[in-house]
């Protein structure tokens, strides 16, 4: 499974972006997705994550309330939509996925006990006025 990021770029406070995670090599049906970011001097942090498996989502609570998660079957790919923009948005965006997870799904937001074992690239978002 490969995993690319799409859509990041430049974005003002109280716009939106939407991140795309598109999959080849596989198809994205039975694994489970997390959304992470990483600023500058900062660790890497959960975002988001879906689960078809168990049919749902979780959010950080930096999160909840402007971006939702999402993933299309059809298309193999995951996304990501930001509204409400704000600064401390910014950051490299990563996806990642995971068909066997090592923990339950509500701690899917913790890259070092769930077990993601394929990450895209990262995508950089920029909010500023």
């Known amino acids: 499974l490969e995993l690319v990021e799409f859509g990041g770029g430049s974005g003002q406070p109280g716009g939106s972006l939407r991140l795309s995670c598109a999959a080849s090599g596989s198809t994205l049906d039975y694994y489970e997705i997390g959304w992470f970011r990483q600023a500058p001097g900062k660790e890497r942090e959960g975002v988001s994550c879906?689960?078809?498996?168990?049919?749902?989502?979780v959010y950080a609570d930096s999160a909840k309330g402007r971006f939702t998660i999402t993933k299309d079957n059809a298309k193999n790919t995951a996304y990501l939509q930001m509204n409400n923009l704000k600064p401390k948005d910014t950051a490299v965006y990563y996806c990642?996925?995971?068909?066997?997870?090592?923990?339950?799904?509500?701690?899917?937001?913790?890259?070092?006990?769930?077990?993601?074992?394929?990450w895209g690239q990262g995508t950089q978002v920029t909010v500023s006025s």
């Open positions: 990642a996925a995971t068909f066997s997870p090592a923990a339950p799904f509500r701690q899917c937001l913790n890259v070092d006990v769930y077990d993601y074992n394929y």
């Open positions: 879906i689960s078809s498996r168990v049919g749902r989502t």
